[in-house]
């Protein structure tokens, strides 16, 4: 009777995984990752678009990010880009790429990087708790037109809860996976 609200709700929560899991992307682990700079904006042709549009990013070595302009007229906007980002980041380059060594994380800034991980996970509870209340809400409100018996909301809300619990487990397990790959990267 009320597939297509826990569906609804589902695809709700999955697009709340999917964003933590991109926020994660962007946190620092001990490891390069082109998903730290690829967001970066980056001046081009008199527009601003994201690093990943104007450049190949790669890894070359684990704790070092090559990047090479599509235009090689780039290379000096793509740096000063870099350096505006205020990632603590210091690029170089040599006419062609521009490539970032990563300091190595001190143990205050792998807490403050696992603290960081913890208030997105924490946004994206937040964001599943308003997806329910909002399903609970149009429960009720049917309810209140007695198109359905308080049995049914009831069941229904008990079934949303536990869809919610399993989702906020989802997001526990992947702030556990990030803050160890944080604290021992």
């Avoid at 990047?67 to 205020?86: Q, R």
């Amino acid at each position: 009777m009320f597939d297509p609200l826990f569906a609804e709700t589902k695809s709700k929560f999955e697009k709340a995984l999917a964003a933590l899991q991109n926020a994660f992307a962007h946190i620092r682990t001990g490891r390069a990752s082109p998903a730290m700079i690829e967001h970066i904006q980056v001046e081009a042709y008199g527009a601003l678009m994201p690093l990943n549009q104007c450049a190949a990013i790669t890894v070359p070595e684990p704790m070092q990010l090559a990047i090479k302009p599509w235009d090689k007229n780039l290379v000096k906007a793509i740096e000063k880009a870099i350096t505006a980002a205020n990632l603590g980041l210091t690029p170089s380059n040599d006419g062609q790429i521009v490539r970032v060594q990563l300091p190595p994380l001190s143990q205050e800034r792998r807490r403050q990087l696992a603290a960081q991980a913890k208030e997105e996970s924490e946004k994206a509870k937040v964001a599943m708790r308003n997806v329910r209340r909002d399903a609970i809400k149009q429960l009720e409100t049917q309810a209140k037109e007695q198109k359905i018996s308080e049995d049914v909301v009831k069941k229904a809300r008990e079934r949303l809860d536990a869809l919610l619990k399993d989702y906020e487990q989802m997001v526990e397990k992947r702030l556990s996976e990030k803050t160890k790959d944080i604290l021992e990267g």
